[in-house]
């Protein structure tokens, strides 16, 4: 039962991760999505995407192991 919870964290944190970056990529003027045009969203944007991936990396690791 652990393993299952510990698998669906894991994959929804990378899929969470992995659509803010897709949802984060500037379009084909070079825009910045609106969100990331506020000054203090660029310092906690990165650092959320990362938390995500890392997370849902660990989890699966911690699945798998």
């Keep these: 039962m652990e ?16 659509l803010m970056i897709w949802f984060g990529k500037p379009n084909k003027a070079g825009e910045s999505p609106r969100l990331l ?21 660990a989890e699966l690791l911690k699945a798998l192991y």
């Design 3 to 18: 393993m299952a919870s510990d698998l669906a964290i894991g994959v929804g944190a990378l899929v969470v991760g992995f």
């Design 37 to 57: 045009r506020l000054g203090f969203m660029q310092m906690i944007y990165p650092a959320v995407v990362l938390m995500f991936v890392v997370t849902g990396t």
